[in-house]
């Protein structure tokens, strides 16, 4: 019997397909590989190290199965992803139990380290971080009609607050030809939706070819037969070109929807996080962007409490959160990461200063989510279908404006069943909580 392996993912996207790779490179050398990884041999967490909450659910789930392998339902334990490329020395020390660590550059190696943890051989590789593999073959771990492709790895923005850079690595796009071939293969393996990611999309193509190449890779994909929704996810401001204006305003393929992670409005607290742009800019970039894309959907990420964050100054930010009135908005209480910058930076702010404004900030554009889904309300929308709920005796999904496992959720009920993947019409009839609920009025729409 072939020993099973279980493969637990956290965090991001761009982690995700990490970790796709690692299970394909492992079923190719004749593991199994177990759907439930509390039921498996050897358990695989490729981790999230990118701020105290993410390290925290890490760290947990780590505790959860070493707990199982004190009680011997499981007998190997091997971390991968962000936080055991950052912590190596730490984990070795404070987790024993665990029995290997492997940096992101030694995921190619993943086949020869479950070998020698059999083996009951301790290891700890930590190739470099540019040796991680870019392409490779996948098993999906989404719904089958969606699929990640990571266009490029690592971030050279170097923001002040994120560790990232340290973490991942300098930035380094994919070659067209491979994206453009893996595309191909995932529309012929039937998926619909194909979700571009990357720490830096904007900058895809700097590297290579010494010029954005975003908005020419999406033309192309957008050529390619069987996707019907290409989504962006994070453009940076400074790097949104009128050529990918162009783009997504012209391409019915590409929904009209961005993640624009902006972090604040104020200038000077902006300048300290090392990112560019003031209010001014934002605001003129974000009208720019309405009226040339009618119907975007502008979904933004803000922090809270950064050190030296005056009263002003997120007063300020407040009033912008009000005045512009984004789509989505998650706002983080500042996170004081090791070995960055801002870390060292006087006027840090205390524990509950942050978390009172990030609360405050989230209350407000709670306020006006429900505002623009009660304006949604007879209205008709496309969605695509992701399950049953048996408890509310309905179908639920999402709309062009929902990102997955980012935003919300459409629920609906259709007088047929419904599959997975099937793009459906619904007409909004009312709201619930922050998510909109409707009948299907088209199954087939074209």
């Known amino acids: 019997m072939p020993t099973k392996i279980g493969m637990v993912s956290l965090g991001c996207p761009k982690n995700q397909v990490d970790a796709e790779m690692l299970m394909f490179r492992l079923r190719e050398a004749g593991y199994e590989l177990s759907q439930d990884p509390a039921l498996a041999e050897v358990v695989i967490i490729n981790t999230c190290g990118f701020i105290e909450s993410a390290k925290q659910e890490a760290i947990e789930e780590t505790m959860e199965y ?15 992803g962000c936080l055991a490329e950052r912590y190596r020395t730490e984990i070795r020390e404070e987790m024993p139990e665990v029995d290997a660590v492997v940096g992101i550059g030694s995921n190619k190696d993943i086949v020869s380290i479950v070998g020698e943890v059999l083996h009951d051989k301790k290891c700890c590789r930590f190739g470099e971080k540019c040796d991680l593999p870019l392409d490779g073959g996948r098993i999906l771990s989404t719904l089958p009609f969606y699929a990640y492709l990571k266009i490029a790895e690592g971030c050279d923005n170097r923001c002040s607050y994120c560790a990232i850079p340290d973490i991942r690595g300098k930035f380094r796009s994919r070659p067209m030809e491979s994206l453009l071939a893996e595309a191909e293969d995932l529309a012929a393996k039937g998926v619909k939706e194909l979700v571009v990611v990357a720490q830096d999309p904007t900058r895809y193509g700097q590297d ?3 010029e954005y190449k975003l908005a020419e890779l999406l033309q192309k994909l957008a ?12 453009a940076y401001p400074e790097r949104i070109t009128e050529e990918l204006i162009d783009v997504i305003a012209s391409e019915p393929k590409i929904v009209k929807y961005l993640d624009l992670p902006i972090q604040h409005c104020n200038p000077d607290v902006l300048r300290a996080m090392r ?3 003031n209010r001014e800019s934002l605001e003129k970039l974000i009208a720019h962007l309405q009226e040339r894309i009618p ?9 809270a409490g950064f050190p030296g964050e005056t009263k002003e100054q997120f007063e300020e930010l407040c009033e ?15 996170s004081q990461e090791e070995g960055t910058p801002a870390a060292e930076m006087e006027g840090q702010l205390d524990d509950e200063t942050k978390a009172d404004r990030a609360r405050i900030v989230t209350e407000m554009q709670m306020n006006i989510m429900a505002e623009k889904n009660e304006a949604a309300v007879g209205r008709e929308i496309l969605c695509v279908v992701e399950g049953y709920d048996r408890w509310g005796e309905c179908f639920f999904g999402r709309s062009e404006a929902d990102a997955p496992d980012i935003d919300g959720k459409v629920f609906f009920t259709a007088e047929n069943k419904l599959a997975i993947g099937q793009f459906v019409k619904v007409k909004v009839e009312e709201t619930m909580d922050l998510d909109l609920m409707g009948v299907v009025t088209d199954e087939h729409p074209e």
């Open 66 to 80: 070493i707990t199982l392998k004190k009680e011997g339902r499981i007998k190997k334990i091997i971390l991968t």
């Open 275 to 277: 990112r560019p742009g």
């Open 208 to 210: 290579l070819y010494g």
């Open 295 to 303: 119907g975007i959907t502008l979904r933004t990420t803000l922090i």
């Open 320 to 334: 912008f959160v009000k005045a512009v009135r984004f789509d989505r908005l998650g706002c983080f209480a500042y």
């Open 223 to 234: 050529k390619i037969d069987g996707f019907r929704w290409i989504r962006v996810l994070y």
